[in-house]
């Protein structure tokens, strides 16, 4: 029988950092150990965000510690611990689980992070990435195709409804991307002379800069498009350092 190798939380954390170097990226949230749980951690569950669905799935699989890229702690929330975000920390510490949470690290990590595993997922070759965090990629793809074409692609990998601002019937060769909710870079992407830019949750601002820049533009849902890199962290995690790492997906409509 497999037995998983064991971690303290210092461990783990000393792993996580070294690979994602958070200390390399300004962000709007603590990067890292975020909750100290039990002293051995065998079991890690992975996932997008820190919900208390998604919480009580970890304790109910046994886990140690979760992995995500959304996590419990953002700037701007109020300094008191009220409502759900009092009920999600009272879960965690009734069941000394450890919170470990990256955001923006995870999102441009060249072999692990989001946007490049969304760029391998779809078979994209990336050409360059842009803007002062390096959050926005840019790619082309192996032939040329309509807006349409492209989005029965996505549609396919993704398996939900692409939004679609734009005339359907354009040919792209040369767009970016970039996951989650980036639709404001729509006009840092238009100046690289792209045909169409992907994110994963659209925003009204955006739409109007996308048509006034004549940029089509693509909505491939928040939560769908940031399921790579916990992913491809936690296969790290279970063939390098011995962990006994499962994802769990709480999917949902944006």
Known sequence: MFESACMTPTELAGVLNNVLQPERISD???????????RDIRRVITGVTASMAFLKAATEKGADAVLVHHGLFWKGDPPTLTGFRRQRLAHVLAHDLNVFAYHLPLDVHPVMGNNIQ???????ELKATVGDKGLVCVGEAPQAMTVAQWCREIESKFGRHVECIGDANRSIKKFAWCTGGAASYVELASLQGVDAYLTGELSEPAVHVAMETNTVLLGAGHHATER?????????????????VEFVDFPVPV
């Open 28 to 38: 709007y949230c603590p990067n890292g150990l975020q909750v100290e749980g039990r």
């Open 228 to 244: 790579g890199g916990v992913l491809a962290i936690g296969e790290f995690l279970k063939l390098n350092h011995g962990l006994d």
């Open 118 to 124: 969304l760029g391998l997922q779809m078979g994209w």
